[in-house]
């Protein structure tokens, strides 16, 4: 992709850093957004010097209120075909959040305000997530006419308990970061000006490890979910292949045993 027009994509080291820019629209999510995000995802995991990303969005009001409703009506009241609610509609990482293109590196969601409908299923699709003391999530697509179609009908039921994701889903009523933690959807909470600075240090802490072994670890524990533990258990993975084969398998012991930090190389 020659331009971003709604995205900023940067690596850092390690770490790759995917900002939603559409401040003026609390990070609302068009077609184009989701074209930009997608190939900056698409891009982090195909590049093997980036371990890590961090998600978030610009300004301070919003890491994305989800799909731009207000481009969509506009574009109805045209005479354009409407855009089916679903994975890859609205949901910001396309088909990288719906399991058709799987992402085995860790993305922290850094969550500087409102996370609503396909901005709220964004955040649930990362890995971790920090918010700033000033966030709010919720899917209200109910109160829209529309469903949580980008995975957050399916994804809140599994991360909290049923009867507390229905009461959200049914009623589109809005969660306070409070409840967020409380119901575990966040691993911390700050500041919303320690919020990057916090990202960062959990994205350091990812980093200080073996990257093969982070992404096996990933993949084994999402993938398993879906499968009963014994299976999960026995089941082969790509990744631990990788990793049981990988130099970074033989130098972790051998650093432990020099007393030494481990050099890692990435394969």
Request: net charge neutral.
């Amino acid at each position: 992709m020659a331009e971003r027009e709604f995205s900023i994509y940067e690596k850092k080291g390690h770490i790759a850093y995917i900002t939603i820019n559409r401040p003026q629209v609390m990070n609302a999510i068009n077609p184009q957004t989701t074209a930009e995000l997608s190939e900056a995802f698409t891009d982090f995991d195909a590049d093997e010097e980036m371990w890590v990303a961090i998600f978030t969005g610009a300004g301070d009001r919003a890491f994305s209120a989800g799909m731009d409703l207000r481009a969509s009506a506009e574009a109805s009241a045209s005479g354009a075909p409407r855009r089916p609610s679903g994975p890859g509609n609205g949901g910001g990482m396309a088909g990288l959040t719906s399991g058709r293109n799987y992402i085995s590196k860790p993305i922290i969601a850094a969550v500087n305000g409102y996370a609503l409908g396909g901005g709220f299923e964004m955040a649930m699709a990362c890995d971790i997530v920090i918010a700033a003391d000033t966030a709010t999530f919720g899917l209200p697509e109910v109160t829209r006419g529309i469903m949580a179609g980008a995975g957050g009908v399916h994804r809140l039921p599994r991360q909290i308990p049923l009867k507390i994701a229905m009461g959200y889903m049914l009623t589109g009523k809005h969660m306070p970061v409070a409840e967020a933690a409380r119901w575990g959807l966040v691993n911390e909470v700050v500041p919303a000006a320690d919020l990057i600075a916090t990202a960062e240090k959990w994205a350091e802490q990812i980093c200080a490890a073996a990257p093969i072994s982070v992404r096996a670890t990933k993949q084994a524990a999402t993938q398993g979910l879906d499968l009963p533990l014994a299976a999960a258990i026995n089941n082969s993975y790509y990744w631990t292949q990788r990793m049981q084969a990988s130099e970074d398998a033989l130098e972790g012991p051998r650093a432990f045993a020099e007393k030494r930090k481990p050099v890692w190389q990435g394969k």
